[in-house]
């Protein structure tokens, strides 16, 4: 009974450990960007909140924060209109035709960004949208399509089909009931591949660094810039930003759909 | 209720515009890009030529370091896996009230930009940093040591970034075994050793399967890590195309290597599915009621 004591204990002892080392970097960014000393430190010494106050003062970053949320948003905005569209599209589908097509939608995700960036650098450049705004938009939306058509399909998919009987019964034709049914019934899963995509574009390194425009950084670019000659406290402002902007979509998402319907 | 097919068509079509023009087209750029003759003046000539290919190979240096990107990736993966599996193993066995609590606890990482977590790593690792205090106050060291810029550093970062994508998978596998499987091996008399060994660890397989191809795919292609953290201490395969492409303006070379790369990783992910395929076949037998 006690060597099981033990072993129990240990177990426990072994996954703190392992959930630890998981948030370790993430708490650590935090509690360094409150940090009212003047060098990075960290267990951090007193407290103030001068760097984001730096961080907000400091023009690269701000600009950089605000290309980075309207990237975000557009690309939000695109992709959970195409998504739903192409989700919508797969359930007409007879099922031989399905599988592709959803294959086709998921190969971004399966495919490394980085490869995908250098495919899209070299295309750009040839059809003359080389290191522009609307190049770096595509490559957003391109990567992140795929988030928000799984959490659509997902949703799409626990429709039970009577609903749509009922409603052509009734007399509503192919267009009105997907506005009026379907459309209100998937609403969660849109929610939530909303938010991934803007957290997902949010984030998007490998993709902003090659197809970024002259002079055009997005957040997590400026934050490399940064990095490169400066270590203080004001970069893990910045850090500290994209985690609040991960956990207002987390919120989100169990405000509006519940975090356990959403995964 | 099926729509008439031209509507339908109208649904599809933004998507299918997008992934063709702006995802399989850029592929295939790639391909042609990699035969085509560098150029002094732009990123590329017009003539066609196999000359990147063969300066590829007889150069000794790329071939080191895509042998090196190679068991880089292939340490992260075991690590990963290893790490993982007791993760996945209490998430799928944890009751109800707390599930939520932990499954945010692996996915959360996940919603934070790699650069942020590799950032978090060079706080806790660098000169002044807690790592550094702790073995000076243990009297290890006498004074602080170099921790950043080391390929172990970018093992480490990478495996923290990845482990969710194999926790995922594994998870999966866990919860899909039938609990009918556990009674009758503990009626049969196998005590939770035996039971993990032969009944737990062989049904995980396909779980494992598919988070050891995600990670090793995600490792090899990773780019900010070993930049961030390698510095020039740790010259990768993604580095190095990068390099080609953004600093030395060498796009046929540049598109030369991110080919040989794909196909390496190609090669090694074939390798593995076919050596497991037994394992997998085992799994997907003890599955059927």
Known sequence: MK??????????????ILYAFLLAPLVVVVLASLSGGEVLAFPPTGFSLKWFAKFFGHESFRNALWLSLQVAVTSTVVVAVVAT????????????LAGPFRTLLLMPLLMPEILTAIGLLFFLYQIGLGNTYLGLQIGHVVITLPFAFLSITSALDQVDPALEEASASLGAGYGRTTLKVMLPLIKPGIITGGLFTFIVSFDMFAMSFLLKTVGGNTLPLALFDYLKYDFDPTAAAAATVSILFALAVVALVEKLVGLRRAF | MTARPWRLAILGAPALFLLVVFFVLPYGEIVMMSFRTPSSSAPYGDGVTLANYARMFADGHYLGILAETVAVGASITAICLLISFPIALHLSNVGDRWHTLFYACVVSPLLVGVLVRNF?????????????????????????????????????????????????????????????????????????????????????????????????????SAYVTPVLLGGQFVVLMPTVIVQQLIAAFAWPFGAV??????????????????????????????RTP
């Open chain 1, 3 to 16: 060597a099981r004591l033990i072993l129990g204990l240990a177990a426990g002892a072994g996954l703190g």
């Open chain 2, 257 to 286: 290597l991110a080919m040989i790369l794909t196909l390496s990783t190609l090669t090694c992910v074939l390798v593995f599915a076919f050596a497991t395929r037994g394992l997998a076949r085992r799994a997907a037998i003890g």
């Open chain 2, 120 to 220: 978090g790593w060079m706080i806790i690792l660098s000169f002044n940093g807690p790592i550094n205090q702790i073995l000076l106050a243990l009297g290890l060291i006498d004074r602080p040591v170099r921790l950043l810029f080391t390929v172990e550093v970018v093992v480490l970062a990478l495996v923290h970034v990845f482990i969710p994508f194999m926790v995922l998978p594994i998870t999966t596998a866990l919860r899909n075994i039938p609990p009918s499987l556990y009674e009758a091996s503990r009626s049969l008399g196998a005590g939770r050793f035996a039971t993990f060994w032969r009944v737990t660890l062989p049904l995980s397989f396909p779980g494992v399967q598919s988070g050891v191809i995600l990670v090793f795919v995600l490792a090899i």
């Open chain 1, 85 to 96: 569209m192409a989700a919508l599209f797969q359930r007409g589908l007879s099922r031989n």
